[in-house]
């Protein structure tokens, strides 16, 4: 089955730098990669996903990267905010199988 | 235009007692999947479930689990028997098709005293 590594674990930075979270996956076949927050007591949010037909998105401060040459996609957060502070989620899927393989999560901590 | 909706929130349980998790999806969405969440992890896939049918449940325990989605009403996950291992979040997701994207529920913390 899939598995999904996700790296750092935390990441401090200061407000209005950048951060980059970084995950890479092992079963070719996946072509679904969504990036999620998830904020103290609650359900993770969808913030930004990519297909494997495209090699970068962007939306707003949040932009995702995928090279699946090397089975490896990131997330960009520039310009951080202290609301920004949360811990991301990367997941991978295959089109054959819906489920979901999240990360372990990294805790970013935007310090003011 | 509501989200995903669970209830309850949180739901305290003894040893050998029974736990219903209810979660209805977004409108429009007929695809309900089940994650669990375990202090300081990820979340692991349980079931995957569309409208009176069980799609994939390749990520639930054999014995004491089971999930539900009736043509009428909101999806049950159902634990039989809960262990003190059975503590964590359980979140619902929910898509509009097999290939769209999952919008979470806020969870239902479980507690198994």
């Known amino acids: 089955g899939e598995n999904v590594e996700q790296h750092p674990s935390t990441l401090s930075v200061q407000e209005g730098d950048s951060a980059v979270i970084k995950c890479t996956y092992s079963d070719s076949a996946s072509n679904y990669f969504p990036w999620y927050k998830q904020e103290l007591g609650k359900g993770p949010q969808l913030i930004i996903d990519?297909?494997?037909?495209?090699g970068e998105k962007k939306d707003q401060r949040i932009a995702v990267t995928l090279n699946k040459t090397a089975k490896h996609f990131s997330l960009h957060i520039t310009e951080t905010q202290p609301e920004d502070s949360a811990v991301y989620f990367c997941a991978a899927s295959s089109g054959s199988a819906r489920q979901l393989t999240f990360g372990s999560g990294t805790q970013l901590t935007v310090l003011p | 235009n509501a989200g995903v909706m669970q209830n309850p929130r949180h739901l305290v349980r003894r040893r050998g007692q029974e736990a219903r998790l209810r979660c209805s999806p977004m409108k429009g969405h007929s695809h309900v999947y089940w994650y669990r969440q375990l202090p300081e992890e990820g979340l692991k896939f349980m079931v995957y479930?569309?409208?009176?049918?069980?799609?994939?449940e390749s990520g639930m325990p054999k014995e004491r689990f089971s999930a539900e989605f009736p043509k009428e009403g909101p999806s049950i996950l159902r634990i039989q028997q809960v262990v003190r291992g059975d503590s964590a979040a359980y979140f619902c997701?929910?898509?509009?098709?097999?290939?769209?994207?999952?919008?979470f529920g806020p969870g239902t913390r479980l507690t198994v005293l």
């Open positions: 479930l569309q409208k009176e049918n069980i799609i994939d």
């Open positions: 990519i297909r494997s037909n495209v």
């Open positions: 997701a929910s898509s509009w098709g097999p290939t769209g994207e999952q919008f």
